[in-house]
């Protein structure tokens, strides 16, 4: 998918002393049939078949993992009628999936080919960088943003623009993965276990042409430690969810166990609520 990398970064929002994570209990809402995965025992199962099917069926799997991520928003807002903000959304699958839940999609993508993914760039669709996202403060209900954050060099810049694009009230959602997980060096896996450096060079030499995610670029070693600490010690945002992305809700445990977190989790999704 996308490939923000610019991150000229806007002063730092100010933020609080580290505190404790506030769980909110999620809202009720009427539940609709979204996207192609519906929750249940299998559910991980069907992302996971999806994910190895990405290269031969990309249209499958990123149609899935939209109506699942539609799913994750909607414990906590109707996206009816709201303005829901994609960062890094490629050529616009999650967008799609806003829109047709009654939501005003609004992509921003700073690769111009990755817009184009699809035939051509999505009508209202915005160029621009993660880190300085070309919209005013507050104006947005939810920002979303799926896989871009291994491919940014300042997290913590990046971060504040979702925050700051936020509405009092609104939602944050950030997932991605890590990189000591088993797929952290993307293409290149499982040889970033021994440097990002090495995994790029040996995929290089085996490929004849450089890897897509090209480490120290385009793609960084980005953990959950220090993304849990940056959201925690904020005073703008309540962590809603803290859990692994794919897996079964039971498995939240495994974010609260240092060290280990950073090779089981694979990819965190943090739900985050605006505060005023």
């Known amino acids: ?10 002063p730092s929002t100010p933020t ?3 505190r404790r994570e506030r769980m909110a209990a999620p809202r009720t809402l009427p539940r609709r049939p ?3 995965v519906a929750p249940g025992r299998f559910r991980s199962l069907r992302l996971f078949r999806g994910f190895l099917g990405e290269q031969s069926d990309p249209d499958g799997f990123y149609t899935l993992l939209a109506g699942d991520a539609v799913r994750q928003i909607e414990r906590h807002v109707d996206l009816a009628g709201r303005t829901v903000l994609d960062v890094g959304g490629g050529s616009g699958y999650f967008t799609d999936a806003f829109d047709a839940r009654g939501a005003r999609g609004l992509l921003v993508e700073a690769d111009l ?4 993914g699809r035939g051509g760039p999505r009508p209202g669709a915005l ?9 005013r403060d507050a104006g947005v209900d939810v920002s979303f943003s799926s896989n871009v954050l291994e491919h940014v060099p300042d997290p913590a ?3 504040d623009e979702l925050v700051r694009v936020t509405r009092p009230g609104g939602i944050v959602y950030l997932a991605y993965t890590l990189w000591l997980s088993p797929w952290g060096g993307h293409e290149t896996s499982p040889w970033h276990f021994l440097g990002g450096g090495y995994a790029a060079r040996r995929y290089a030499r085996r490929h004849g042409h450089p890897p897509k995610n ?8 980005v953990g959950a430690g220090r993304v849990l600490r940056l959201v925690r010690a904020r005073d703008d945002v309540t962590v809603l969810e803290a859990r692994p992305r794919y897996y079964p809700r039971w498995c939240g445990f495994l974010v609260r166990l240092p060290g280990l977190r950073e090779l089981l989790t694979w990819n965190l999704l943090l739900i985050l609520r605006r505060e005023p």
């Open 34 to 36: 979204v996207g192609s």
């Open 157 to 159: 810049a990046f971060i």
């Open 113 to 116: 080919g990755e817009l184009s």
């Open 214 to 221: 090209r480490y120290g670029t385009s793609l960084f070693a």
């Open 16 to 18: 609080g002393p580290d």
């Open 127 to 135: 160029v621009g960088d993660g880190c300085r996202l070309p919209l």
């Open 1 to 10: 998918m996308a490939v923000i990398i610019h991150c000229q970064r806007r």
